[in-house]
């Protein structure tokens, strides 16, 4: 997976911009707010179809523009793809893959991208959603059945919260759940079954890169949490969501929202046994971190056949020394790789790969 060139229009602080790509490692130096980030976005666009900044479109306009436009020429298996995602004041975007105009279902998994900025160093000390949400990205692009099943997900929970709410303000009668509870008990065995699935093969994959960014001193393990599911489940998975959620119906009418599902469970992480997210040192946890990552990139490659883009906004700054070189060791010339940052002092003296200088929204090499 790599990709091959990259055209802005009207994009954030571009008027225009066109890049042709190294296929190794891309590396763009700029003092902040210079448009660094910008070419990422624009990249993990493509991956998952919308940007991992904003959930507004139009700011992705520059403004007092009417539209912009990201195209994407890529190659994937050795196939040469084109994305085009045309954003337009007040009108949804248009996207098309190779001329075709598709929906956003229709991108995820065409593409794969991962993405490790400052704010994924929280991943291990940070809520349960953004756990999820690391989980979620990663599964979906592996196998796109997965998105659309948890786009469904999302869709009947909301439902079935917006008639909790109801039913509590005596605006409808508690059995009209039924049917939602069905359905969202099958979305709900779908999800945990696949997320199972992937942690057990994280696992492996994390503790071996763990293992070697620590010297194999500590060792790394994933389990997935199950929220309100104190022992492994032995019957069907969705026969036990639909017992929970009857049984738990009284309460869920009081607060007005679904207390069991996919969507309040949890992954743990541990070192030596130990709990990361309590007990780990901020080192840990970093080292932690960047273990899931490298192995997302392994996880992607053994799903696929191929290693996904790695995008790397400016945690160089982030890792000492040891971890820098540790992870530009693992990257070098096997993944195609776009690294942002603020000075060349992060990056050993011997260069290496394509260097970007950015300000204000012109790129030059």
Known sequence: M?????????????????????????????????????????????AMGRSHRTNVDSEMIRWQEPDSMV?????RQNVENRLVF?????????????????????????????LFSPEDLTLIKGMPAERRRFLDVE??????????????YTRILMQRNNLLK?????????????????????GAAFIVRKRQEAVKKLTMLANLMHRRLTANRESLALAYNQHGCEKPITTDLAVWYR??????????????????????????????????????????QRTGVLALKLAELEFIKSETGEYPVLLLDDV?????AVRREQLLLFIRDKIQTFITATEEKYFPEWRFGKYYHVINGTVTE
């Open 2 to 46: 790599r990709v091959e060139k990259l055209v802005l229009r009207n994009f954030r602080n571009y008027v225009h911009l066109q890049l042709k790509l190294t296929q190794n490692i891309n590396i763009f130096i700029g003092n902040n707010a210079q448009g660094k980030t910008n070419i990422l976005e624009a990249i993990y666009l493509a």
């Open 71 to 75: 195209d994407i020429l890529f190659s």
């Open 86 to 114: 045309h954003f337009i004041n007040n009108q949804n975007k248009e996207i098309l893959l190779n001329e075709g105009k598709v929906k956003l279902r229709d991108v995820i998994g065409s593409f794969n991208a991962v």
């Open 139 to 152: 599964i979906s692009q592996a196998n796109p059945a997965y998105y659309r099943q948890l786009t469904h």
């Open 166 to 186: 109801k039913i509590r303000e005596n605006k409808a009668k508690a059995d009209l759940l039924d049917p939602w509870d069905e359905q969202l008990s099958q």
């Open 243 to 284: 017992q929970e959620l009857v049984s738990q119906r009284g309460n869920d009418i009081f607060r007005g929202s679904t207390g069991v599902g996919p969507h309040r469970d949890d992954l743990l992480l541990t070192v030596n046994g130990v709990n990361l997210r309590t007990y780990g040192s901020q080192g840990q």
């Open 316 to 320: 160089m700054s982030e890792l000492d």
